[in-house]
């Protein structure tokens, strides 16, 4: 008999893990068992208990095949990145013999004692955070991507399932309620923040549950219309609980637009670098006339990690050695005495090297006095040569950028075969820069001129 992959379905919450693991059961006409085993610390919830101890009992792997009452089920393992550690020895260790095609015919379980055959058994394990699955165990799984929704699939998911199952619940399904588009999109957009559409639902339950207690109560000027609008919407949830970043207003100098990923989605946060000038006279070299520059100190605020500091520092470094090709006039260079790099919220930790090129081009623009471009992101790791490394997340970074309203992407050119996962719809929407060094990112990134001199053109004119 073929044996089939073990598959691992890794994502953030509320994307359908789960759902597609019952409907791959479904549609195979099998039995369905699900074992939960976030928190698992005993390697006993997976072998099982030897039957010399006082309570024993078989391991979870067993007790599922006896839920199934068949030797072929749909076996879920949910949640296989939350299993945990003890001196009761590590549960993940023992899954290796079960998620392995070629061991687990002959899985022996302590509590039975002899062999039993899980050959046939389709194995589909779940995760949020696949770096924390330890790497034999990885290496046994067929991994299959989950990503978030855009917000017209999360409409559209909204429309054809959730809001009826709302609505049945609060028992206003034969009420023939519906909801506008525009009110959908309101509450996708300000009220949840979620890769997934968990929040969403439970945000258009509440909608439900206080247009019955509405009805209830005799009120039923919102039934009458057949429709709950976006204003109804806004009454009913109250002033919005998400505001998320959005392109800033005006090109400035020393501010650039990166973008992150988080398990909720991405988004898109400003870099933000401050040159403090130094009082100390310029000197120069008597034989070369090179103005000599002296020590920068280094400012980071904004609770940056350890990487997102190292890529601050290497940011600064090439800007310094290499201010003659990036435009920077010397003096600016000699003169300052201390870069201060602030990444807002304050409040809110961050880390990961795919700010490196943002940095650089807040630094950059900041210490040759030229605007950055507001309409343009960008995400990539920066090397002390100037190279723009590859990054991940590509497909959530532009889908936060495209609804911040960002017309142009900047990403490593290493990336470009990651574009072709952002749906069709964004594509055709921005305009996208691959590029290989941060002479390319400038050169998109920055306005030209600097603005003494673009003030000067204009009083010319």
């Avoid at 000027?221 to 806004?234: F, L, M, N, P, Y």
């Amino acid at each position: 008999m073929a044996r089939g992959p073990i598959l691992l379905f890794n994502g953030p919450p509320g994307v359908g893990k789960t759902s597609i693991a019952k409907s791959i059961a479904r549609a195979l006409g099998r039995e369905y068992v699900r074992v939960a085993l976030g928190g698992a610390r005993d390697e006993a919830d997976i072998r099982g208990h030897r039957r010399t101890y006082v309570g024993a009992m078989p391991g979870r792997i067993i007790q599922g095949m006896k839920q199934a009452g068949t030797r072929n089920p749909v076996f879920l393992l949910d949640e296989v990145d939350k299993l945990g550690q003890s001196y009761q020895g590590d549960p993940s260790s023992a899954l290796l013999e079960v998620l392995d095609p070629a061991q687990n015919d002959s899985f022996t379980d302590h509590y039975l004692g002899v062999p039993f055959d899980l050959s046939e058994v389709l194995f589909i394990a779940t995760s949020n955070f696949i770096q924390n699955i330890p790497g034999p165990l990885l290496d046994r799984m067929e991994v299959v991507e989950f990503s978030g929704y855009t917000e017209r699939e999360k409409a559209e998911i909204a429309k054809t399932y959730l809001v009826p199952r709302q609505l049945e619940e609060s028992g206003l399904s034969n009420r023939e309620l519906s909801f506008t588009d525009d009110a959908i999109m309101k509450v996708i957009s300000e009220y949840t923040r979620e890769s997934g559409v968990r929040q969403l639902e439970r945000q258009l339950g509440a909608v439900a549950r206080k247009v019955a207690r509405r009805v209830a109560m005799g009120d039923t000027a919102t039934i009458d219309d057949k429709v709950i609008s976006d204003g109804e919407v806004r009454e009913l949830l109250g002033r919005p609980k998400v505001h998320p970043e959005r392109a800033a207003e005006h090109d400035e100098v020393g501010i650039s637009t990166g973008m992150y990923y988080t398990p909720m989605g991405g988004d898109i946060m400003f870099v933000e670098a401050s040159i403090r000038r130094g009082t100390a006279p310029q000197t120069r070299d008597d034989d070369t006339n090179v103005v000599r520059v002296g020590p920068i100190s280094l400012i980071l605020t904004g609770q940056l990690g350890d990487v997102m500091k190292e890529s601050a520092r290497a940011a600064l470094t090439y800007a310094t050695n290499n201010a003659e090709v990036l435009g920077i006039p010397a003096e600016r260079v000699a003169s300052a005495s201390e870069a201060h790099i602030h990444v807002p919220a304050g409040a809110i930790p961050k880390d990961g090297p795919s700010a490196g090129i943002a940095i650089a081009t807040a630094l950059v623009s900041e210490m040759s006095n030229r605007k950055v471009r507001r309409d343009v992101s960008m995400t990539g790791e920066i090397t002390l040569r100037g190279r723009v490394l590859p990054i991940g997340g590509v497909k959530e970074k532009v889908l936060g950028a495209h609804r911040a309203g960002i017309k142009e992407v900047i990403v490593p050119k290493a990336n470009e075969a990651d574009l072709e996962d952002v749906p069709e719809e964004v594509r055709r929407q921005l305009t996208f820069h691959c590029v290989e060094t941060l002479r390319d990112v400038l050169k998109i990134a920055l306005v030209q001129a600097p603005v003494e001199e673009a003030v000067e053109e204009l009083v010319g004119v």
